[in-house]
């Protein structure tokens, strides 16, 4: 009976969600139905649904998935090391951290996006602009995120630390590391969003590459289901992210 | 047969805090030693400088006068010999109890399975056998402290220093775990230093209670405690108990009168201060 509830308790969350989702999308095809949303401007979701097989056939949906996948998995790995090492600088260094902070939260807002002629010229018309703009632009919520983990750490568990006379690089990798890693993953999921949204918004904007050229393409034919179904594929690379960062966080910290 | 020199000696400490209304003696001159298996609680009211003196004692704080040493060796920084329970809730919620008994052992390079074998031995100690694989989040505050307190046994320091441990607990429960430190004390023999501001926790636990004063924190009186052991917490009904809870207390009333005038000064001139 116990058993029961609890698998209840567990599967209720992500029913609730679906059955959202679903009643949403109904919800739409409805309102598009009695003509209340513009069917020029948003597509039925029962079209969109039947685009997804033309797309992932004629469009090479597979590759193009793969590809911006692999770019923000690219720029998710750098922002990750270079993130979380220049947030353990920064967390360190006190002198360093108040000078550089409200720049690196500045730079959180600013829409770096645009800077993309540059990143054109500096590394070519190719996935390592991509990589390395999805990387940029993702950076400050790594290190902002990072610096405030660690300096969220808990005194008394420091103490315990020094009490036990752990050296710094023990106090570091056994204390202050797993105690701020559940406010490092909030940083690398958001980063991680960043990135995406910045690789798919660049390939749309030069044409290039995987999911985001696709989209471009298909809107340009005005090819409103297709384009949707793309987006779709969009959100999935996002979903896979968020998945596998929540299965490695729940390795790293199985208390959670 | 010549008695064993004290194995912790607090010579003429005194610790001095800066503050924006000028330099704080938080500690003054105060002194006392430890024998070896003795259980020494230093009771004050609030603000007497009590968790102070156990950071200067557990290596934690420096710039201070005065010496602490443990069996002849000055204390500087941490010592292995000085094994600290802290006040607030101190387990690591990201390992299970017995991850966080077997720290110590971990960070002393015992092998794995040795420390899981040793470790498990404390966590029996504390009566915790059965919640090795738990985690911190999934006992309660008093089960937390005990694993904290097994964490600090299981490095077998020489003395046992214990920062108002059972503060955050509920009466009955705290009495509890006196038995719990009492029996642990009885079965290793661990010499105990506790710093509390519970008069009866202090009386069931303690072979001596150092008694000080209000800011800056001076040792008033040292009352030794002259009940049975092995004790139980069933000791708190007896005459004797009463008696040395009263005599305490009117020791301490008067700091503690002394500290809340003191609170309510200050809490007036903070709402004067525009």
């Avoid at chain 1, 949204?197 to 298909?218: H, R, T």
């Avoid at chain 2, 915790?128 to 046994?153: K, N």
Wanted: some cysteine; aromatic content about 8%.
């Amino acid at each position: 009976m116990n058993g029961a509830r609890r698998l209840a308790a567990k599967l209720a969350p992500p029913v609730l969600g679906l059955t959202t989702l679903v009643l949403a999308i109904i919800l739409i095809q409805i309102l598009i139905e009695a003509g209340r949303i513009n069917r020029f401007v948003v597509p039925l979701p029962t079209q969109i649904a039947a685009s997804f097989g033309r797309v992932i056939a004629e469009e090479n949906v597979l590759g193009r998935f793969l590809l911006t996948a692999g770019e923000a998995l690219a720029a998710g790995v750098l922002l990750t090391v270079v993130g979380i090492g220049l947030g353990v600088l920064l967390y360190r260094f006190r002198l360093l951290r108040l000078a550089c902070e409200t720049w690196v939260a500045a730079l959180a807002s600013a829409p770096l996006v645009l800077m993309y002629p540059l990143f054109l010229v500096i590394f070519g018309r190719s996935a390592l602009t991509m990589v390395m703009i999805g990387f940029v632009a993702a950076l400050p919520p790594v290190i902002l995120k990072t610096i405030e983990g660690l300096a969220g750490t808990r005194r008394v568990l420091i103490d315990v630390g020094r009490s036990f006379k752990l050296t710094q690089a023990q106090q570091f990798w056994k204390i202050l590391f797993p105690a701020a890693l559940p406010s490092m993953f909030v940083g690398i999921r958001l980063g991680l969003i960043f990135a995406l949204i910045n690789v798919v918004g660049v390939e749309f904007l030069i044409n290039f590459g995987g999911l985001g050229q696709l989209i471009n393409e298909l809107a340009e034919r005005y090819d409103l289901p297709g384009t949707y179904a793309a987006i779709c594929f969009v959100v999935l690379v996002s979903v896979c992210f968020f998945a596998v960062t929540g299965w490695i966080e729940r390795w790293l910290r199985p208390a959670d | 047969m010549k008695p064993a020199g004290p194995i912790l000696v607090v010579e003429d400490i005194v610790k001095r805090f800066d503050t924006p209304d000028g330099a704080l003696t938080a500690i003054d001159r105060v002194s006392f030693d430890v024998a070896p298996g003795e259980f020494l609680a230093v009771i004050g009211p609030s603000g007497c400088g009590k968790s102070t003196l156990f950071n200067v004692i557990g290596g934690l704080i420096d710039g201070y006068q005065g010496r602490v040493s443990v069996a002849g060796e000055t204390v500087r920084g941490p010592h292995a010999a000085l094994g600290m329970v802290f006040q607030e809730e101190s387990t690591f919620p990201w390992r299970t109890v017995i991850e966080n008994v077997a720290f110590p052992l971990e960070i002393a390079g015992v092998a794995k399975a040795e420390r899981i074998e040793r470790a498990r031995h404390f966590v029996a100690l504390v009566g915790l056998a059965g919640f090795e694989r738990r985690y911190p989040a999934e006992l309660s505050g008093g089960m937390r402290q005990r694993v904290s307190m097994a964490r600090t046994l299981a490095s077998e320091p020489k003395i046992l220093l214990m920062d108002e441990p059972f503060a955050a607990l509920d009466e009955q429960t705290r009495l509890l775990l006196g038995d719990k430190v009492l029996q642990i004390q009885q079965e290793l023999k661990q010499t105990t230093l506790l710093i509390t501001h519970n008069i009866t926790e202090a009386v069931q636990l303690s072979d001596r209670i150092l008694v000080m004063t209000y800011r800056p924190g001076r040792v008033k009186r040292v009352v030794s405690i002259d009940l049975p052991r092995p004790r139980t917490s069933e000791i708190v009904s007896s005459d004797a108990f009463g008696h040395y809870v009263a005599q305490i207390w009117s020791d301490l009333r008067e700091e503690a009168t002394r500290g809340m005038q003191d609170a309510e000064a200050h809490s007036r001139r903070e709402r004067a201060t525009p």
